[in-house]
């Protein structure tokens, strides 16, 4: 069976806002393998609790659990505080039924700009107790951070500048391109 390989674009138009592209999939791919190393080499001998933040993580995160060599348990959540391409300044978090007492949490996000989200998450987390709480996101926003947050695990350091595609998404489309591509300014 011949595989045909896959056209990328370089710019896609979402409504209309047009994107140009700003990570390729390559190098996606290998920054979630390094980071996947890591979390293995620091959570040997434990069973860590990935728990996915929904819905931008669930590329990312798919492909981080892969990349861990060894034991895991999984868990999602939906958590937002996006509408369009600002956040709304509050957190809606969806309910969460599993017992997270003396487990070793690792929270994956798709990409952190202000920290509120993730402020407010680990503070809710904390209360149940887990043995401890680290925090990978493939992205990260320096310039718009305004909440503390303890990042354990990073991928990129990147602008602040609005992006879509490997989960990531402008009303909810673009999660599925395989590229991350930032929005063009006009």
Request: aromatic residues 10%.
């Amino acid at each position: 069976m011949k595989t045909e390989q896959m056209i990328v674009p370089d710019t896609v138009t979402i409504g209309d806002r047009k994107f140009s592209v700003f990570i390729d999939e390559a190098t996606l791919q290998s920054k979630v393998q390094e980071i996947g190393a890591k979390i293995t080499q620091d959570y040997q001998g434990k069973t860590p609790y990935f728990l996915l933040i929904l819905n931008g993580s669930f590329v990312f995160g798919a492909d981080l659990v892969r990349a861990y060599d060894g034991a895991c348990e999984m868990g999602f959540i939906k958590l937002s505080s996006y509408e369009g391409t600002a956040s709304s300044g509050t957190v809606k978090t969806g309910k969460f039924n599993d017992n997270l007492a003396g487990k070793d949490i690792i929270i994956i996000e798709d990409i952190i700009d202000s920290g509120l989200t993730m402020n407010h998450f680990v503070k809710t987390l904390a209360e149940q107790n887990p043995n401890s709480i680290a925090i990978a996101s493939l992205f990260v926003k320096p310039e718009a951070i305004k909440h503390e947050v303890q990042i354990d695990y990073r991928g990129f350091d990147i602008p602040n500048a609005f992006i879509v595609g490997y989960g990531l998404d402008l009303d909810e489309i673009g999660r599925n391109l395989r590229q991350v591509y930032q929005l063009v300014e006009d």
